[in-house]
């Protein structure tokens, strides 16, 4: 069990030719940069000049520097230099302790690291700017710099731009030279930080201010871009708060910026002092609030608070500590997650922060299907591939369950000695255990070995039945994970027997293989509930009867109710689907509500399709009214359900993902009668062009040839990057057209990165063998980390696919086959009970 050892690997995650990699380790120290820019905006360069203040740890004969395609200009040393790696020589060598300066002069035209945008209409873009992007290793294509998070020294940039632009980096700004037709912006970092922390923006800018307990607040967004700065970041002020007072660190820095910029590739980048994040954050009330007055608590439909959040976390999580390397990046972004979680916790309640854990286990399961990985690992090519669902969602849960398992008080304390002694340094996993040890009091090997160190997760399976002889239950509990993940967990769980009028929770100490337990009861329970407060990180097999199923409905835990609505969906009577349908429409909770409708949704049958009709009418929570239009998608062929879907889509009032919700699940239907209805939503725009991209991805499920043709024609340049992409992806569902294929490999050589991604992620979707001379390219030569790594892992699924051959398809289909002959004979036997 313990022998094969494929747990400490994972599954298809690494490649053969894979090799370990470790932190990287300086000779020398640096006690300052200072970086002085000039950006050429017209001409898409930089040019730049950097003085380093350098200490050698032992004698040292020369110093390496990365600085990817540059042009160097000048160097206070003799060089070498072959386009990636800069190296300065000492003559004679630099003794221990022996203080001494580099300088080097440079421009370049980077291919990364920093994107020049310009205004243009069409695209949504109103203002001129430049930003960077850093993490993992791209500020070498900018900056020449020993560019590992393993390193960390203060920082000054003098950047200089045109006049009327405004240029922010980190720390505080000392001051502003006006150069008549330029202007130099000076901003001083006096802490340590890591070379991927460095950056800055610069661009026609519009800027607010406020005070957080004296920690000055600066926000900044593209003059003329749509949104309210003061509804989009007014989370921000009472998280830093919260993290302060949560982790017994006050925030490390005395300010902290915001600065949104159009076609950012990431959500929000975290740089020290100054996150970076995309404009498409930007929003009014009506966007976070479509059916209610802001703020509206529990029902919102959009909200940055969760971005805003998790950027602000890194500044203790990323910033203040780093981690060691790449490898160990989870202590960075585990952390940011979780406390996001912990924020949402405290700003909207347990419910929400139960159910944002939910939402973290399913993407963490969803990529689980395509590999298993430790995660902490050295097998990996590409410090992106570290970036994954794996680090961030499974990793947010591991940091929950080990809270649950020592105690708040214990896990807080932990992490206040953990920031405290590791303060502007670097830290690794076993940096991290020690901490918790010493608060806890008791050894974490055996946790960190199951959780961090080993692939996969527990997966239990679960059941019961009463022996009324004994007046006992025997509860039958076995751990049921592949051979990808740790063999045999040790988890304390949680389980709530509930009777009729009163419940009780009994702690169990799962540590074997099989677990059969006789566990005395007063009364035949009416249900049994797994891990009620979801304490702790697995994946719970669990059947249950109808009406037990049905009972577990109104349970006051959520996941309990969850637990139930999992256990119904697998139930196509109407007795089932009536329940549901209560669930949707009487739950307190919008998230119960929305696994309900979804529930509703994939149980499908005539039933369902009133029940979710009528609940239309009566459901005003956007999030549920999506997951209710969501569900009507797959009643195929229904013209009741088309008119009522185009009513909502046509409709200004309602909330613009609701009205997107509609368009792709009226394209789903497949009637094309409403073909034209379809394409004259392409003209309704809406936030973030959302109903433009849900009218194409409606008319990509309708499939005609004239779908076909205004989805090509909306990959084109001059449309909205976002809309390109959900173009890109819409022409995956006509991947038997010559043309479709041929666009597609058109695309992988676009300059955006969200397009080229759509395009990788669409051939992993569609698996055709025709891309994959396209895929093998991008796996060697795409500039982004993550594209290779999707690329690659896709052009191996698809040639594993066609080894297999065809059987397998032809398996499903007989599969899928079954099922809808089982939900229709259950439909009608459900009908005859009735009578």
Known sequence: MFVNGKY???????????????????????????????????????????????????????????????NILSTSHQRDYDGSILRLYFNPPLEASQNTIIEVSYETKPRKGAYFIRPDKEKGNTALMVWTQGESEDNRYWLPLPDNPNIKFPTELEITVPRGMIAISNGVLMDVRDLNDKSTWRWVFDYPHSPYLIAFAAGEFEKLESDCNGVKLEYYWPKGRYGDPQVTFAATCDAVKFFSEYTGVKYPYPVYKQVAVHEFIYGGMENTTVTILTDTTLHTRREECPYDEWPCRGREDFSSDGLVAHELAHQWFGDLVTTRDWGNIWLNEAFAT?????????????????????????????????????????????????????????????????????????????????????????????????????????????????????????????????????????????????????????????????YEGNSEVRLLNIEEKEHVLHLNTPSKPKYICIDPKFKVLKVTQFDKPLEEAIGELNDEDVMCRIEAINALAKNASPRAVEALAL????????????????????????????????????????????????????????????????????????????????????????????????????????????ITQGALRGLSELGTDNAFKVVLSYTEPNKPTLVRATAVMALGKFIDRREAIDRLIELAKDDQFRVRFAVVATADEVKHPAL???????????????????????????????????????????????REEHRRIMEEIGKLEKR
């Open 338 to 498: 979780y406390l996001e979680a912990l924020y949402t916790m405290h700003a909207k309640g347990v419910d929400e922060f139960i159910y944002e854990l939910y939402s973290n286990l399913k993407a963490y399961l969803n990529e689980y299907r395509r590999y298993a990985r430790p995660i902490v690992t050295r097998l990996y090519k590409y410090p992106e591939e570290m970036f994954d669902r794996h680090t961030y969602e499974k990793g947010s849960l591991v940091l929950h369950t080990l809270k649950n398992i020592i105690g708040e008080e214990n896990f807080r304390k932990g992490i206040e000695d953990y920031l405290n002694k590791h303060r502007f340094s670097n830290a690794d996993t076993e940096d991290l255990r020690k901490a918790m040890e010493g608060a806890y009091g008791e050894d974490l090997t055996w946790f960190f070995k199951q959780f961090v160190y080993s692939a996969g997760h527990p997966v239990l399976k679960v059941s019961w039945s009463w022996l009324p002889d004994e007046s006992a239950i025997r509860l039958s509990i076995s751990q049921a994970q592949g051979d990808d993940s740790y063999p045999i967990y040790k988890i304390p769980l949680e389980v709530k027997i509930v």
């Open 772 to 818: 994959l001379p396209t895929l093998d390219e991008l796996a060697s030569r795409d500039p982004d980390g993550r594209i290779r790594r999707l690329a690659r892992e896709t052009a191996k699924r698809i040639r594993d696919q066609l080894e297999r051959g065809v059987e397998y398809q032809r398996l499903r289909e007989e599969i899928e086959q079954i």
């Open 583 to 690: 669930t949707v429409e009487r739950d307190p909770f919008w998230g119960v509500a929305v696994e309900a409708a979804n529930a509703l949704g994939r149980i499908g049958g005539e039933s369902a399709k009133v029940e979710l009709l009528r609940l239309l009418k009566r459901v005003t929570h956007p999030r549920v009214r999506r997951s209710i239009i969501d569900a009507l998608g797959n009643f195929r062929g229904d013209a009741e359900v088309a008119k009522v879907l185009l009513n909502i889509a046509n409709d200004g009032k309602e909330s613009d993902y609701v009205r997107y919700a509609a368009l792709v699940s009226l394209g789903k239907l497949r009637i094309r009668d409403f073909e034209n209805e379809l394409i004259k939503a392409l003209n309704y725009g809406g936030f973030n062009y959302v």
């Open 8 to 70: 400490l690997i994972g599954r298809d995650f690494a490649f053969p030719d894979y090799k370990p990699r470790f932190p990287e380790s300086y000779p020398y120290t640096i006690r300052r940069l200072i970086a002085q820019l000039e950006v050429f905006i017209s001409e898409g360069k930089l040019r730049g000049r950097v003085i380093y203040e350098i200490i050698p740890k032992r004698r040292l004969s020369y110093i390496e520097l990365n600085a990817e395609e540059m």
